[in-house]
């Protein structure tokens, strides 16, 4: 059974059909990549799986089970986690807290436990510093722990994103457009560190990218999207060299 599987899947703004009958077969531990130009939809797919839209056709089963009509928090325990195309740190709090931060939302004490500094919180908190220092070693981020995440060079905050996301312990981590500003050597970075998150956290990864170097580099299936609906989906050597691809997507 595939771990995500998206059958049909729509939305309409307005007059506007921003994703149309789209299917999703994703396996668990899979490297899949979601590309098109411009406008093509792929943000949008990212919010329907999240839950931040909720679709006008179609269905999501993530581990055979729907998340259609659960809220963002609900998906989000369900096990996808994500990035955003522009970086949301909490940009004044440091490194470490970044992480933590997204820790917390899954952690469960009592308020009174919180409020109270009760034994439990104590454990959780030394429990929660631990998980976290080892999030930011896998990032090559631990010796920054105590920076502010404003203070960090812009590649290792668009790496700080994905570390926050990987302590949501996802099942399937999306990535939108991960290699969005990075210079070609933190971008050949980047592609070891997702497939790092990959081995090491067995995780299944859907990315966004515009990076067609990093795209066919670690995507093993890709999915190219053109005014909301499929153009292809096969692997990057099919769906690069299929000519729809190449016309609508290069502009050739
Ligand atoms: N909330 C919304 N209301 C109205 N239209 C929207 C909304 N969200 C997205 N759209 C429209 O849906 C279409 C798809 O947008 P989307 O952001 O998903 O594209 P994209 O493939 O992610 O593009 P990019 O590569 O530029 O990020 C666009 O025409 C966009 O204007």
């Known amino acids: 059974m595939a771990l995500l599987e998206v059958k049909n899947l729509g939305i309409s703004f307005g007059g506007l059909r921003a994703v149309d009958e789209v299917n999703l077969s994703i396996k668990k531990g899979q490297l899949f990549g979601l590309i098109g130009p411009n406008g093509a939809g792929k943000t949008t797919i990212f919010n329907l799986l999240t839950g931040v839209y909720q679709p006008t056709d179609g269905t999501i089963l993530l581990d055979g089970v ?4 659960k809220s963002t928090a609900e998906i989000s325990m369900a096990g996808i986690g994500r990035t955003f195309q522009n970086i949301r740190l909490f940009k004044n709090m440091s490194v470490l807290d970044n992480v933590k931060a997204a820790l917390h939302n899954h952690e469960k004490y009592s308020l009174l436990a919180g409020i109270m500094r009760l034994p439990l919180y104590y454990s959780k908190e030394r429990q929660m510093n631990k998980t976290a220092r080892e999030i930011l070693k896998v990032f090559d981020l ?4 105590n920076y502010l995440a404003s203070n960090l060079p812009y590649g290792k905050q668009r790496k700080l994103e994905i570390a926050r996301a990987l302590a949501t312990r996802p099942k399937l981590l999306l990535l939108d457009e991960p290699a969005a500003g990075m210079n070609p050597n933190e971008t050949a970075e980047l592609m070891d560190t997702i497939r790092l998150i990959r081995d090491k956290f067995d995780i299944t990864i859907l990315l966004i990218e ?23 989906n096969g692997t990057p050597e099919e769906v690069l060299n299929d000519p729809a691809v190449i016309t609508a997507y290069l502009g050739e």
């Open 210 to 232: 515009h990076d067609m170097k990093l795209v066919s580099g670690i995507c093993e299936q890709i999915l190219v999207l053109n005014f909301g609906t499929e153009l292809a």
């Open 66 to 69: 729907s998340i259609v009509g």
């Open 142 to 145: 631990d010796k920054e722990e």
